[in-house]
């Protein structure tokens, strides 16, 4: 019988609350207990695991097990917490007491409630979390008034030929990026190489390639790109721009077998971080964390601001 609309809304907002707690699925040489697929491997919910982007994956795993194993549900969530808290004190990144109490009063309206992480001693143990203090707090509201200047500017695009559309995006994104701070660099070549430009975020280099084009990017520019990156100091990493998004096919090849450097940004994104859905180095941040993660270098920033 399907989960009724509210009982599919709490599950929602569990899986979103439970993202960061393990990888969607281990890298093929870290311990595969430590992931979301692995609890479900063991728990016999492996069918109820689709694989593919994260958070739907969590989701269908929580909505499927609740339907079909009730006997299991509470089961999983402990299972991802106990693991959880140890994958996230290894990050850096302690489980705090408002998330386990905010996730006690989601499970009460899917009618469990689970004695262990109710437990006083348990959350006596749990650092609280506190509003972390903005350094430079007029820095960090990012040049508002040139926002609505990019927003114009960035939908004025389409309007141009291709040729001149080029030399224009790539205009944009020099101004997109001084916007936030991120020190950007002009388009440059290095020995036969182009390089559309670069940024600095967090005390690192990152190169971008940037490209407007009429199909997705596939696995063959993503090589390309990748061998560029590779190629520079062990320190470099990479941003690829998009701006017709990439192919699932080419996606998810790049992310098997190899390690990465890079992180993906398409249109849709920048439309969201102009529209302030997300800050931009806020999104350069959590993308470069769940590639780190999960191998994944395109989550779209509506994912990541869920």
């Given at each position: 019988?399907?989960?009724?609309?509210?009982?599919?809304?709490?599950?929602?907002?569990?899986?979103?609350?439970?993202?960061?707690?393990?990888?969607?699925?281990?890298?093929?040489?870290?311990?595969?207990?430590?992931?979301?697929?692995?609890?479900?491997?063991?728990?016999?919910?492996?069918?109820?695991?689709?694989?593919?982007?994260?958070?739907?994956?969590?989701?269908?795993?929580?909505?499927?097990?609740?339907?079909?194993?009730?006997?299991?549900?509470?089961?999983?969530?402990?299972?991802?917490?106990?693991?959880?808290?140890?994958?996230?004190?290894?990050?850096?990144?302690?489980?705090?007491?408002?998330?386990?109490?905010?996730?006690?009063?989601?499970?009460?309206?899917?009618?469990?409630?689970?004695?262990?992480?109710?437990?006083?001693?348990?959350?006596?143990?749990?650092?609280?979390?506190?509003?972390?203090?903005?350094?430079?707090?007029?820095?960090k509201k990012t040049n508002a008034a040139?926002?609505?200047?990019?927003?114009?500017?960035?939908?004025?695009?389409?309007?141009?030929?291709?040729?001149?559309?080029?030399?224009a995006f790539e205009r944009f994104l020099?101004?997109?990026?001084?916007?936030?701070?991120?020190?950007?660099?002009?388009?440059?070549?290095?020995?036969?190489?182009?390089?559309?430009?670069?940024?600095?975020?967090?005390?690192?280099?990152?190169?971008?390639?940037?490209?407007?084009?009429?199909?997705?990017?596939?696995?063959?520019?993503?090589?390309?790109?990748?061998?560029?990156?590779?190629?520079?100091?062990?320190?470099?990493?990479?941003?690829?721009?998009?701006?017709?998004?990439?192919?699932?096919?080419?996606?998810?090849?790049?992310?098997?077998?190899?390690?990465?450097?890079?992180?993906?940004?398409?249109?849709?994104?920048?439309?969201?971080?102009?529209?302030?859905?997300?800050?931009?180095?806020?999104?350069?941040?959590?993308?470069?964390?769940?590639?780190?993660?999960?191998?994944?270098?395109?989550?779209?920033?509506?994912?990541?601001?869920?």
């Amino acid at each position: 019988m399907p989960l009724s609309l509210q009982k599919t809304n709490s599950i929602a907002e569990i899986s979103s609350l439970l993202y960061n707690f393990l990888p969607g699925q281990a890298h093929p040489r870290a311990d595969q207990r430590i992931s979301f697929q692995g609890i479900a491997n063991e728990l016999g919910l492996c069918h109820f695991w689709p694989g593919g982007s994260k958070l739907p994956a969590i989701t269908s795993l929580l909505e499927k097990t609740l339907e079909n194993r009730s006997d299991l549900f509470c089961s999983l969530i402990l299972e991802i917490i106990r693991r959880g808290i140890k994958y996230r004190n290894s990050k850096g990144d302690p489980v705090n007491r408002e998330e386990i109490q905010k996730l006690n009063n989601l499970i009460l309206k899917v009618e469990f409630k689970i004695p262990e992480l109710w437990d006083s001693s348990f959350l006596e143990t749990l650092i609280s979390c506190k509003p972390k203090e903005i350094d430079n707090k007029e820095k960090k509201k990012t040049n508002a008034a040139e926002i609505p200047k990019l927003c114009k500017d960035f939908l004025s695009l389409e309007k141009l030929s291709p040729q001149e559309r080029g030399f224009a995006f790539e205009r944009f994104l020099r101004e997109f990026f001084k916007a936030f701070d991120l020190n950007p660099r002009a388009s440059f070549r290095n020995q036969g190489e182009q390089i559309d430009g670069s940024l600095e975020f967090e005390n690192v280099t990152y190169l971008m390639e940037a490209k407007w084009q009429s199909k997705p990017v596939g696995l063959e520019d993503l090589l390309v790109f990748y061998g560029k990156v590779e190629g520079k100091a062990t320190w470099s990493r990479g941003i690829f721009i998009s701006m017709s998004g990439f192919t699932e096919d080419g996606l998810t090849a790049f992310s098997h077998g190899r390690p990465t450097n890079i992180i993906a940004i398409n249109g849709q994104d920048i439309y969201f971080i102009l529209e302030g859905k997300m800050r931009l180095d806020d999104a350069i941040r959590l993308k470069s964390r769940r590639a780190a993660e999960t191998g994944e270098i395109l989550v779209s920033v509506y994912e990541l601001a869920l």
